[in-house]
């Protein structure tokens, strides 16, 4: 018996080590996503958007060019081209095009589609693993392992995260702004244990009203010149265009004449339009500057003029953090934390510009913590994002403020009008009904997952009345609750289900922590804790099944997604046109033709050369060819009157077919 209770002793001993060790999980973690990333990164098809969004990562990075700036045939515009994509931007893409050439030199033979997808899923395991990271901070290391598992293999998150470079990314990017956004408000909170940083109102700086004149004449001046320059914009404009344009025709001896050809050396050979073109760029770029400089030096002014207390206190406490927070210069810690958390936030907003919420939500939190005392290290927060910003976004090049505000209006309120199939019913996605993406998470999101992110919710609620919850979980409250409020007030528009709100996802699955934690906590029971690894883990079963369509998912309250085809979204992406072309890549002997619905680049990627790739637009065709047509937007149904030469099916549900023209 004594040998009996020893070993069980032993047992319970070794489980409280792995309940309460961080670097085991994080070691699986790791394991777990190359592993998948190795033996999966090639199963899926490319998706409706990829082909423009890698188009825009090569426009992206030769607008970093340094020859064309030289040779003078820089031109912004014309390199990015009409589309709306320069609206997005392109910062996670400019990486993963750097990491997809070196993959491509790496491993020479792989379809460079294939390794984007590697890379698209790489990036959404790191966020996972960070995500870990960040729970740790309210979370034992078993719970915080649990929900991270539960999160990541929810089917259609998994399924998205290899072909969607826009959303997925942006995600994961959001998790990580707040994971240093928090660890800068840790190291705030041993600076400002620093004696340092006690206020001596002796020390306190009063400005003389000499120099609060100057500063008000300067301000005036600024602002005045401001207000001329807008004004009269236009009109500058045509005068540096026609001054350009006429420059042959001044003579040599010419000030105008002279400064231009020593300013441009290429002149002989690059058009004087595209001198022109870029003057004005230098034009808008000086008065966006001008502008910035005199709104911030104004408000400067009238703040020393209404609260002379505050300004000098501001002064003293940059002063004071800088002794303390950055005294050990480079090799300070805190340098570096701030310098990452600009960076991500930076990077961030640069992929797309709801990033700033993220930087919102962590002011908040350093104005929780230690109120006015966090301006100095705001202010630095928000320079340094923005020039991250600024970096990493051509399109924001010239005339930026204007830009950035026509950015935030389009994506405030998407002007993109398609048909969206919900509820059976074809919806335009500018009108749909407000429980549309409630709905949608609960009809995409497993069955387990949905019980313990309901019950994780009930118990933070009890837990927030009894006043046993960490203050600190506000920030997963206001992650979820302002976008979702946003979208049931406004309802804006919304199409290929909800990937545009697949951010607030990770908010949604901190609730099931909460119930993982309180379900561990009621007995220590192996049992419980291998129930808990099941449900975890049961989003496997739909990935399995649903396989390389996983994003295509609906749990069993709608049948599955045999029971949503035809009521809901499914292959929206036309990912399955990728095995329907290896289908006929192998069997085909007599087309030469394929004539594709929609966007025939996804199969220009995988498609022999015999066959030439045409864009379905006719209502007829020529004999022996074939014509590709997928379950979207009810395509399958046309044509009816031609046989069915290949199919692609997941259980019993058609994504596409190919119809053979006679």
């Not at 460079?112 to 590697?118: A, G, P, R, S, V």
């Not at 693993?129 to 078993?142: D, E, G, T």
Request: hydrophobic share 50%; net charge positive.
């Amino acid at each position: 018996m004594s040998r009996f209770i020893r070993k069980k002793d032993r047992i319970i001993e070794v489980n409280k080590q792995l309940e309460n060790n961080r670097t085991l999980p994080l070691i699986i973690l790791i394991v777990t996503g190359l592993i998948i990333g190795f033996f999966l990164f090639d199963d899926y098809g490319a998706s409706w958007d990829e082909p423009d969004l890698y188009t825009y990562a090569d426009q992206s990075i030769r607008a970093y060019s340094i020859h064309d700036r030289i040779s003078g045939q820089f031109s912004l515009d014309s390199l990015l081209g009409p589309d709306n994509l320069r609206l997005y931007g392109p910062a996670y893409l400019i990486f993963g095009r750097l990491v997809v050439n070196l993959f491509k030199f790496c491993l020479p033979g792989v379809l460079e589609i294939d390794l984007w997808h590697l890379v698209n899923f790489w990036v959404y395991w790191a966020g996972m693993i960070v995500f870990y990271l960040l729970l740790l901070r309210w979370f034992k290391p078993l719970v915080s392992l649990l929900t991270v598992l539960l999160f990541a293999t929810q089917p259609v998150v998994f399924g998205i995260s290899w072909i969607d470079p826009k959303d997925i990314p942006f995600m994961v990017l959001f998790i990580i702004s707040l994971y240093f956004g928090l660890k800068l408000v840790d190291r705030l909170s041993d600076a400002f244990r620093d004696p340092v940083l006690v206020e001596n109102r002796n020390d306190l700086l009063v400005f003389k009203k000499e120099t609060l004149r100057k500063l008000n004449i300067v301000c005036l001046c600024l602002i005045s010149l401001s207000i001329i320059i807008f004004l009269f914009s236009p009109t500058i404009e045509n005068t540096i265009r026609s001054t350009i344009m006429g420059m042959q025709e001044r003579s040599e001896s010419d000030l105008i004449y002279t400064i231009f050809h020593n300013l441009a050396r290429q002149s002989q050979t690059v058009p004087l339009k595209s001198y022109a073109g870029k003057a004005v760029s230098i034009f808008y770029t000086f008065r966006s500057g001008l502008t910035f400089l005199s709104i911030f030096l104004t408000t400067f002014s009238f703040s020393l003029k209404l609260f002379p207390l505050w300004i000098n206190r501001l002064i003293f406490l940059i002063k004071s953090v800088n002794a303390s927070y950055f005294k050990k210069g480079i090799r300070n810690k805190n340098i570096w934390t701030l310098s990452i958390a600009c960076f991500f936030l930076g990077v961030t907003t640069s992929t797309r510009v709801l990033g700033p919420l993220m930087g919102i939500l962590t002011v908040l939190e350093l104005c929780r913590h230690f109120r006015w005392r966090s301006l100095p290290i705001i202010a630095l927060y928000f320079m340094g994002t923005v020039v991250i910003t600024y970096i990493f976004w051509p399109y924001l090049w010239q005339d930026t403020i204007q830009r950035f505000i026509d950015v935030f209006i389009h994506m405030s309120d998407n002007p993109v009008s398609v048909g969206v199939l919900f509820r059976g019913t074809v919806y335009d996605s500018k009108d749909l009904p407000a429980d549309y993406l409630p709905w949608l998470l609960g009809v995409t999101l497993t069955i387990p997952s949905l019980f313990f992110i309901i019950t994780g919710f009930l118990i933070y609620c009890f837990r927030l009345v009894s006043k046993k919850i960490d203050i600190g979980t506000w920030i997963f409250v206001a992650w979820l609750m302002i976008p979702l409020g946003y979208v049931l007030i406004f309802r804006p528009a919304m199409y290929d289900n909800y990937r545009h709100f697949l951010f607030i996802l990770p908010a949604l699955f901190f609730f099931s922590a909460l119930s993982f934690d309180s379900l561990l906590n009621i007995k220590k029971s192996y049992l419980i804790q291998v129930l808990c690894f099941v449900a975890a883990l049961s989003g496997c079963l739909g990935i399995v099944r649903d396989h390389p369509y996983e994003y295509s998912f609906y749990n069993s309250l709608v049948g599955g997604m045999e029971g949503a085809a035809g009521k809901y979204e499914t292959d929206y992406w036309l990912t399955c046109y990728r095995e329907l072309t290896e289908q006929v890549n192998r069997n085909e002997s007599n087309a030469n033709n394929i004539f594709v619905a929609f966007v025939p680049n996804l199969v220009r990627y995988y498609a022999d050369k015999r066959f030439e790739i045409i864009k379905a637009n006719d209502p007829s065709y020529p004999p022996d060819s074939l014509l590709f047509l997928p379950l979207r937007r009810e395509a399958l149904y046309q044509y009816q009157e031609l046989p069915v030469a290949y199919r692609i099916q997941n259980g019993n549900v058609t994504l596409c077919l190919a119809r053979r023209v006679e």
